[in-house]
């Protein structure tokens, strides 16, 4: 069986669905653990060198997670647009997920071509109900009365690029004025909610929500559950809060 790598949970089923009982696929940084500070044990570490191909994004999380990959003959490949910018959350962006697989198809097809035309049958299922979602994303988000999206961490950019909104990030608002310009800009656009990122502190979030009388959320940008967790981004933003706190 073909041992496939990838960078973060979001990716592991889809690359699972395409290469179906032909691959085990593993993530470098395992569902739960912050890719920020993420120290594989031995028996981890053994597992990702016997991979044979990665399927990297590039992130700096990845330049830590190199040495337990030296020597082991894995065949990296990258997964980063070619304008990619400093925000990794590619797989945020559905779009650029149907760009993905279809390199994980031909790079795994050129490796191991004797199951090209398997792949390529069960990429086109994941790719239409991908291109799907995202119809269905566009639709219900060109109404929503959200457009701006404030977050403890700036992880949402592609998210936001795919869907016509706004991104505020937290952790670039660290100054006195920088904090100043957040709560005035979230003041002009209504925000009535802050997304709290659980890899990050939640601090800087429910202070803000504070002075703003909106709720938090809790939205986890690695949830493995990348089509469910997209819906969820999505009715967070058409949804209505009565209530003002936590939640």
């Known amino acids: ?32 653990r912050d890719p920020h500070s993420f120290e594989p044990s031995i028996q981890e570490a053994g597992l990702l060198a016997g991979a044979d191909v990665w399927f990297s994004i590039d992130d700096p999380h990845e330049i830590r997670m190199e040495r337990f990959l030296t020597g082991s003959g894995v065949r990296r490949i990258s997964l980063s647009p070619s304008d990619s910018s400093q ?11 149907v760009e993905q ?29 991908l291109n799907e979602l995202h119809r269905t994303l566009l639709l219900r988000l060109s109404d929503s009365p959200r457009k701006v999206i404030v977050a403890t961490h700036a992880a949402f950019g592609y998210f936001c690029e795919s869907y016509g909104l706004e991104q505020i990030g937290l952790d670039a608002c660290q100054s006195v004025h920088s904090h100043e310009w957040a709560v005035k800009r979230a003041q002009e656009l209504s925000v009535d909610q802050v997304w709290l990122v659980p890899q990050h502190s939640e601090q800087g979030g429910r202070y803000l929500a504070r002075q703003l009388g909106a709720v938090t959320v809790v939205v986890d940008p690695y949830n493995p559950n ?22």
């Open 1 to 32: 069986m073909i041992t496939v790598l990838v960078s973060v949970p979001p990716y592991v089923s889809l690359v699972q669905e395409i290469g179906g009982d032909k691959v085990r696929v593993l993530s470098l940084v395992p569902e739960g």
């Open 87 to 97: 925000d990794r959350h590619y797989w945020l962006s559905l779009p650029l997920v």
């Open 101 to 129: 697989m279809q390199k994980v198809v031909d790079e795994l097809g050129e490796m191991y071509p004797e199951h090209k035309a398997f792949w390529k049958n069960r990429a086109d299922v994941v790719r239409a109900r």
């Open 226 to 247: 990348l089509e469910d967790n997209l819906r969820t981004m999505a009715q967070h933003l058409v949804s209505c809060h009565k209530d003002k706190g936590s939640r």
